[in-house]
């Protein structure tokens, strides 16, 4: 689905709606942004609109599936992590995607899942999804590790692989608000020092 700050192409009316929507929400939320602005921003009409999404919530969860298939299809967007080295790059590239953008938008995922009101429930579980094939990679690292006998035996994988997710959530965030990645390399940083401190080194 790409970054939301992205490129044109010769689009379906199904693509350019999807494209519109995805843009729309990942810099308003979901909330914040009608039908009718998907609608003119995309150049279609609720006709087209209809024809493909029964609401609103049917093309946030298309948008959600979209992603979540591209993350576990294309291993530039969520590559296997095989060293400290590639966890560091890991948690270091969402800065690329925020520079790109100005500082001027958050975690396209994170941006929905804000946005849920607690009858949302569906597309929780799609949001819940995409996070734990994200997760996936660290944690899968931090369990080589520790078989390896290269990780404490007090270190939690999937403890770890969650925190290195919500470093990267919440630094985005800040990274936002404060309008530069300063907030984000700092946290990745300090984030490091405190996953290391589970090494064993030998």
């Not at 597309?123 to 520790?146: C, G, N, V, W, Y």
């Not at 403890?159 to 965030?173: E, H, P, R």
Request: charged share 25%; glycine share 6%.
């Amino acid at each position: 689905m790409g970054n939301g700050c992205s490129d044109e192409k010769k689009l379906s009316s199904r693509e350019k709606i999807l494209f519109a929507a995805f843009d729309l929400f990942h810099e308003k939320g979901i909330q914040a942004t009608s039908v009718d602005d998907i609608l003119r921003q995309s150049g279609t009409g609720k006709s087209q609109f209809y024809h493909y999404f029964k609401s609103k919530e049917g093309i946030v969860r298309a948008i959600l599936a979209d992603m979540h298939e591209q993350l576990k299809r294309d291993i530039s967007l969520n590559p296997a992590i095989e060293s400290w080295s590639d966890l560091e790059l890991w948690l270091k590239a969402p800065a690329q995607i925020q520079e790109s953008c100005s500082c001027r938008r958050g975690c396209p995922v994170g941006t929905i899942a804000a946005n849920l009101s607690p009858e949302d429930e569906a597309i929780r579980q799609d949001i819940q999804l995409i996070f734990e094939t994200i997760k996936s990679k660290p944690h899968a690292f931090f369990m080589a590790q520790q078989t390896q006998n290269k990780l404490k035996p007090s270190a939690d994988p999937d403890s770890l692989a969650t925190f290195c997710v919500s470093v990267i959530q919440g630094t985005a965030l800040l990274s936002k608000i404060e309008r530069n990645t300063n907030p984000f390399h700092s946290g990745v940083e300090h984030a490091l020092i405190y996953l290391k401190s589970f090494r064993i080194e030998g």
